[in-house]
């Protein structure tokens, strides 16, 4: 199974921008359909956008569209959250999440769809 690391959170201003990377120490992640998660204290884990294995179907929270995108290098074996414009509703812990590529589930990008997930990296939008 995937143990998925996340990176690159950090503090950055409104309007700024951050590159989120998730990553995996055991089975390489091109075997997974992966997901980016968030959740601030208090209200429910949300899906940021979800993508299949082979990267050629994504989606992503109407709140995000335009200034989100993921990727995937797959020689690089690593996911990418390029995140721009940001906003302070932007704010919190992003968590990457997989599931198995048959399992993938084009319509819904949400948690309880993903099995394995990493400890999250913190995002603050803030001035």
């Known amino acids: 199974q995937p143990h998925l690391v996340e990176s690159g959170g950090g503090l950055v201003q409104p309007g700024g921008s951050l590159t989120l990377t998730c990553t995996s120490s055991?089975?390489?992640?091109?075997?997974?359909?992966i997901g980016w998660f968030r959740q601030v204290p208090g209200r429910e884990r949300e899906g940021v956008t979800c993508?299949?294995?082979?990267?050629?179907?994504?989606q992503y929270a109407d709140s995000v569209k335009g200034r989100f995108t993921v990727s995937k290098d797959r020689d690089r074996d690593i996911v990418t959250l390029q995140m721009n414009n940001l906003e302070s509703e932007d704010t919190g812990t992003y968590y990457c999440?997989?599931?198995?590529?048959?399992?993938?589930?084009?319509?819904?990008?949400?948690?309880?769809?993903?099995?394995?997930w990493g400890q999250g990296t913190e995002v603050t939008v803030s001035s």
């Open positions: 993508m299949s294995s082979s990267g050629a179907r994504t």
């Open positions: 999440a997989a599931v198995d590529a048959v399992q993938y589930n084009s319509m819904y990008c949400r948690p309880n769809l993903y099995h394995y």
């Open positions: 055991g089975h390489r992640l091109n075997y997974y359909a």
